[in-house]
């Protein structure tokens, strides 16, 4: 009867891993933006930070909680004592300056914020996307003196508006379109554009190369490449753009009150002019500030989770 070898047991030195076999892993690289986004983080973390923010937030809000306050007193309270009384007891409120501001026959405000949304919207819409054909052209099409106008263009961004002011109030007279809605969106949309641009066209350079290559391998053309490739990437960058580009129209006061007529102004110049010629209304004047504030307030809290994405976004990829 033969015995049958048994085979020797390896030690355990000779046992190897499978990840000994493959040697080392190298550490993957930390790239410079996500150094900065981690230096940022620690920055921010810390307390000192914290209450200036805080404080920052405090002298902020202040103001505003004042003028809301006094939206709401009578006209005789605002006269006798500040706002901060009210926190005091036997604070009395009403609606009759609201009511004021909105229907009354010589303030009336209903119409002027009208004429707000209908400058605001096309204002925002009309630079956003021509700016973003604009970008997607300087990012990914190659073409002769692309350098030279970019620069050109984003140092348009040093020049003034108030240069521009009496130049393109003749233009418009000239071609007959003085005191009309596109006056405004026209003169909003150029003041706007080379801002959007820059904006937009960093952020379509930091969009990985490899997904344009490979739409194009794929057939697409550039229309294709835009409209089904990078815009939707573009989301965060286009409502961080389009929330400036809202709250600057909304509040402004100069191109509106340079290029609309009376049947035209915005709901700023009215409330300027509501300041000038009635001085000691301030009950009126109060709500009638505080009604060309809330719809960018809420416009801002609405869309904030996609402004903090436009900001933070690019600033991790590797």
Known sequence: ??????????????????????????????????????????????????????????????????????????????????WWTVFTGNAEFTLDNYDQALYGSGSSLSTYFVNSF?????????????????AYAFAWIDFRGREILFVAIFALQVVPLQVALVPLLR?????????????????????????????????????????VEAARVDGAGHVKIFFQVLLPLLVPAIASFAIFQFLWVWNDLL?????????????????AEMAGSRGGDWHILTAGAFISII????????????????????????
């Open 1 to 82: 009867m033969t015995s049958t070898p048994i085979p020797p047991v390896a030690s355990t030195t000779d046992l190897t891993t499978e990840a000994e076999l493959e040697g080392p892993r190298a550490p993957r690289k930390i790239s410079r933006l996500e150094k900065r986004a981690i230096a940022a983080k620690g920055k921010l973390s810390s307390p000192w930070a914290s209450f200036i923010a805080i404080l920052i937030a405090i002298l902020w809000t202040v103001p505003s909680i004042g003028l809301l306050v006094t939206s709401f007193r009578p006209e005789l309270d605002i006269r006798r004592s500040g």
């Open 118 to 134: 209908v400058i605001t919207l096309p204002a925002v819409f009309i630079p956003i996307t021509i700016a973003l054909l604009a």
């Open 171 to 211: 233009d418009y007279v000239n071609v007959g379109l003085n005191g009309t809605f596109w006056t405004v969106w026209l003169s909003h949309s150029i003041f706007a554009l080379p801002l959007a641009i820059f904006l937009l066209h960093n952020f379509m350079k930091d969009i990985p190369r490899s997904l």
């Open 255 to 271: 191109v509106g009150l340079t290029f609309a007529n009376t049947e035209s102004y915005p709901l700023t110049v009215r409330i």
């Open 295 to 318: 719809v960018p307030l809420v416009v801002f809290i609405a869309l904030q989770r996609y402004f903090v994405r436009g900001l933070l976004a690019g600033s991790v990829k590797g």
